[in-house]
């Protein structure tokens, strides 16, 4: 059977659907309890600069240790030499 305009009813229902990727929109889904207007949390990417702020730190931290460590045992050997 063919649909509106030619189109059988699984190319109309993927013509037709609702999409909000790639656009930064938030669609309020009905029945949720989330009212209109506000948004308990903003809308962000997969990273933020909290993020890489902490990652930033964690590899200072890494590298750091490692340099210390290197001395250290450096220092170990020269002592059994």
Excluded: C, D, H
């Excluded at 063919?2 to 656009?23: F, P």
């Excluded at 948004?39 to 990652?55: H, I």
């Amino acid at each position: 059977w063919q649909g509106k305009r030619g189109m059988n009813t699984s190319q109309r229902s993927v013509k037709e659907a609702k999409s909000r990727a790639g656009t930064g929109n938030i669609e309020v889904v009905e029945g949720t309890g989330e009212g209109s207007g506000g948004f308990s949390m903003m809308p962000r990417g997969p990273v933020s600069w909290p993020a890489l702020g902490l990652v930033a730190v964690v590899a200072a931290s890494a590298v750091s240790y490692y340099k210390i460590e290197r001395e250290r045992r450096l220092e170990e050997a020269m002592g059994k030499i």
